[in-house]
């Protein structure tokens, strides 16, 4: 594959210093294009995303071009931070490998009256009241009793406001949540009875990997007239939530990733990576996934509802504090693996697309039916479990640039194998605790496979998106305290 990409240089030209294009070539229907920094797209080269955009630059009906952020690296398929719509009208496809296995995975922010100074002597207590309400792990379960058939049906069509209605936060939380928390077009018959028996005991769970609950303090505050509006003010505490749809997800992916390695036989569509795998959006099996989609998209926002509320109940044990004096309350929740459908103005006219992001995050700008906020839609951008994360706000260059996209996080640069090889014999929990970092985790090897040195500076990828005008920083987080699987 280096090889590949390396037959890929000759056609890289920079626009400007955060952008930089792949003419197009070959069978590409589009340009491929790139947010990066200098030194970042030196690493896209050798790693292979160059390969995974202009591979991506092939489905049938993809407009404009394929897209990546700087957080880009390689996935199944797509890139990870890839994006890519497609026109339903002109044959466009939908494709499981750019959403992802884990559908809906996201991040939501709560904001509370606490301030650092507040907790300070209490934060071991709080990372542990985190970790014994919030079942963690490859896994795990048991934070809900398991839902019936029926019960998880609502669950898969509901959304969040299936858990705010089981008395799992309040209604005022859907109006801060992406789509109200529910996707629109969720097919329960669509959705395999292997997912269902995966899904039926994970709501309230965490999950592994680079899944967690953290602890931050507000650091900086860039935007002071945004950060006032999403009620941030610097020393104050928050509280940040980033996992997905679980197994439920996972096995909406592999089922529909096998009725689409059928579709394409069956359409003639001709691809340059078998993981692109896909069907036409109007074709019976691309309603069939975009209807199971939902329904794990659905799903996850149901979990991270209900983890939103175990949170809260664990630090008020943990701190014998009433509601009111925690004051905890959800700033936004964004996903970052998903395929919507979405008008977007191509060539001067509003045209319905079918949008994949897949390692990247809704950036809508002010004056935007679908986004509450007048200054523009929170952006949320989780760094490692022992660097600086961000919230920044979207603008109206995303909506010309990149159908409403930006970043979703750091982006790995080393492989969790190699993570794990490289990191052997250390005292990581000794060296975060040395950083001011409490973490408590189900198994330590996800702690090394989560290290800050597994993943790009977080900071410089914001910087890029910041710089190109798609996102904006608001304000940064600096962890206290991280649970993780």
Known sequence: MKDRTRSHDAQLRRIHPHLWEIERSGGMRVPGRIFASESMIDHVRTEGGLAQVVNVAHLPGIVGYSLAMPDIHWGYGFPIGGVAATDPAQGGVISPGGVGYDINCGVRVMTTRLD??????KIRAMVGALFSHIPTGVGSSGAIQKVGRKELEQVMVN????????GYGSESDLAHTEEEGCLAGADPSAVS????SRGGTQLGTLGSGNHF?????VDEIFDEDAAGEFGLRRGAIAVQ?????????????????????RAVRRYNIELPDRQLACAPVASDEGREYLGAMACAANFAWANRQTIMALAERALLAALGASPRDLGMRLLYDVCHNIAKLEDHEVDGEVRRLCVHRKGAT???PPRNAKNPWKIGQPVLVPGDMGTESYICVGQEKSLAETWGSTCHGAGRRMSRRSAMRHFRGRDLIGEMRERGIEIMAKDRRTIAEEMSEAYKDVSEVVEV????????????????????G
């Open 116 to 121: 650092a100074s507040d907790v300070r002597a």
């Open 159 to 166: 959304g969040a406001r299936w858990a705010v209605e089981q």
């Open 193 to 196: 009875e292997r997912a269902r």
């Open 213 to 217: 609950v953290e602890i931050d303090v």
């Open 241 to 261: 939530v980033h996992t997905g749809s679980r197994g439920f997800g996972h096995q909406v992916c592999d089922d529909y990733l096998k009725v689409m390695a």
């Open 362 to 364: 809704r950036a809508y």
């Open 465 to 484: 998106v910041h710089g190109a005008g798609l996102s904006l920083k608001v304000a940064r987080l600096r962890p206290l305290a991280v649970i993780k």
